[in-house]
């Protein structure tokens, strides 16, 4: 199981769950020769798996924290859920498999859009999605997860959210920088953790079982999913398919892509679970290029598969463990406009463990994990390239009545970078029944990746080359809110933040219009978010963010690329009296540049956009159907995310999901 600070968890992940103090560590320590490094890991891996667990099993009746044992097992309601994000020192949203599924999203990119805070578009590569939590221009040092273990490798960096089925979703965790340590490196822009769906109890009354979603709109998109529930006696079975096709504007923007999936629950020995979670994805699409260097003729073609193994249990009467291994293999083929092509085949495997101990005064606690994995790189350009990566690190937490008090230290190590030290640390602080403040800092360091080092691993290579003298950044993070209540019906957060990055990697382009990865002695970005969810009503829901940051190249005294001034979002939700589910949206963003010069005609102009959705429930007998029409860029607004890709206009997308 995989219990985090400050995360909304199911009520089956919450076994064993005391008080919510703990401290947790990622990771391991690495020595100078590969071979003692692995053995020093594995020792450490095997110990924690042995070791006792975590300040989460509790055996009295209730607690502070809203925990009831219930089956020997330790569940949590929704508002406590919530309570305990809440009072965390880390800022964390969430979304939740109801909020999923009655949004009626079509794929990860427009949940986490639907974040307050969150912003997510699609790369102007034909692959990949460009994601920014509270303002960051930097989508690369973004972390994502899996169950916990991370699914961006440290070689590549892309972010493939489209690879993984939303059917297979149970939640989506979101943090903000700076992130605590024990989530593992890559994270200093903020976090993604995406908790995959366990199947419901066999014995769940009018429980669904199947899925069907059918979706079509403008630009030639059409898409298919499938999802299926296989209960057996002693094991439950998720199966899930799609499959997507899409034409877009511009020339060569057409996109084919599909996906298998299946999370398989073994049967569970004692309090020990298993699972087995295996996922494939392909595409092939077309690599436009900028309007200002157009390639009508490249193209790509993606396959990404993984396979994880997952034994979770308890340990004594006061312990859990968590000991997961996991594989990834990536293969890129990218033909160039003249037809020089390609092949990036990237293979990562690795071994995660969590466990912990806590006092049984549950005031204080700490959690242990161990992290060894291996990148395998081979490409046609470049040649061939391993990396190591491990890390060890301690993260605590201490409860002082009103005031709650983290604090963690991480030592990572990369085989082709040496060590890096990483620490966070934070204070949440009771103002009241319904007001607290949250002080955060932070300290982590940016390994460049495969593709920043040597050639792209997405995007076409007619657009980027890689830089092999590049140098980690150094970066440090600090964050300061005050969280308000006004009674059950909303919140407002106000965070003032600040990141200093030192030899911050940026693009710079030639003259032969090829962007190269070069590193900038120092930069700084600030700024001041405010976040307001307000629900008046049974039927209607209000959330609003607002960011106000700048920023500065210290080199050359310019904005960092692709770091607006502003961002404002507000979505409404209405529910009409004909059980008619309405989300309006309105998206502004100020302009900004993208080269780091910021020259006026790279210049990227502010733009504001509207959205519409509305979905209808429709009565069937035996099974459950909605109908929804998404309206995106209702005013057609011309305007582009990344310099030199224009969004597609307004378009429509209709469809219709049935469950039985």
Known sequence: MDISPGVARSESEWIGLRNGMYFKIAGDDRMKAWLKTHAIMMAMVWVSSLGT???????????????????????????????YIQNNPQQVSVM????????????????????????????????????SIRGSGDSGKILVLINGRPVNSTQYGVVDLDSIPLDMVARVDVFKPPVPVWLGPGGTAGAINIVLANPA???????????????????????????????????????????????????????????????????????????????????EHGSPGPTYHPTPDARQSYQKSALDFRMQGLCGEAGDYDLKTYLDFTRLEDESQFGLTSTLDALTFGIKNETGWSADDNQW???????????????????????????????????????????????????????????????????????RAKINAGYAVNVPTFGQLYQPSHGSIDQVRGNPDLEEESV??????????????????????????DDKIAYQEGADRIKRPVNVDGAYRQGIETVMNWKPTSTASLDLSYLFQTSRNRDNDQELTYTPEHKFKITLNWTLPTKTRTET?????????????????????????????????????KCQTELFVYLENLLDEAYEVHYGYPDDGFRVTAGLNIDF
């Not at 993260?395 to 990483?422: I, L």
């Not at 949206?585 to 790279?602: A, P, Q």
């Open 96 to 131: 939740t498999r109801d909020q999923i599924k009655q949004g009626s999203y079509t794929d990860l990119n427009q949940v986490l859009s639907a974040i307050p805070g969150v912003e997510v578009k699609k790369s102007g590569s034909g692959f990949g999605s460009r994601i």
């Open 201 to 283: 109890p066999k014995d769940q009354e009018g429980q669904k079982n199947t899925r069907i979603g059918v979706t079509g709109g403008s630009f030639g998109k059409a898409g298919l999913t499938l999802s299926r529930l296989i209960a057996m006696e002693a094991q439950q079975l998720r199966l899930a398919a799609s499959g997507n096709h899409e034409d877009g504007r511009r020339t060569n923007s057409d996109s084919d892509s599909g996906s298998m999936s299946f999370q398989w629950d073994l049967p569970s020995q004692d309090t020990t679970t298993y699972d087995i979670n295996g996922r494939y994805f392909q595409s």
């Open 585 to 621: 949206s309105v998206t502004s963003i100020s302009s900004h540049y993208s080269d780091i010069e910021n020259t006026s005609e790279k210049k990227v102009d502010g733009y504001t956009t509207l959205d519409l959705k509305i979905i209808q429930p429709v009565g069937f007998p």
């Open 365 to 435: 606690g700490f959690r242990l994990s161990g992290n060894l994995a291996q990148d395998r790189i081979d490409h046609t350009l470049s040649g061939n390239h391993n990396r190591e990566n491990a890390s060890l690190g301690l993260q605590g937490d201490k409860d002082f009545d009103s005031v709650t008090a983290s604090m963690g230290a991480r030592c990572d190590y990369t085989s082709d970078f040496n060590f890096q030290p990483a620490a966070s640390g934070g204070l949440s602080i009771n103002l009241g029944s319904r007001s």
């Open 53 to 83: 667990g975590t300040a989460f099993a509790q055996h009295n009746p209730t607690s502070d924290h809203g925990i009831v044992v219930l089956s020997d097992e330790m569940v949590v309601t929704a508002k406590r859920i919530q309570d």
């Open 476 to 501: 440090w993070t600090v964050a300061a809110g005050i969280n308000h209540r006004f009674s059950d019906k909303g919140s407002v957060e106000v965070t003032l933040f600040r990141e200093d990055t």
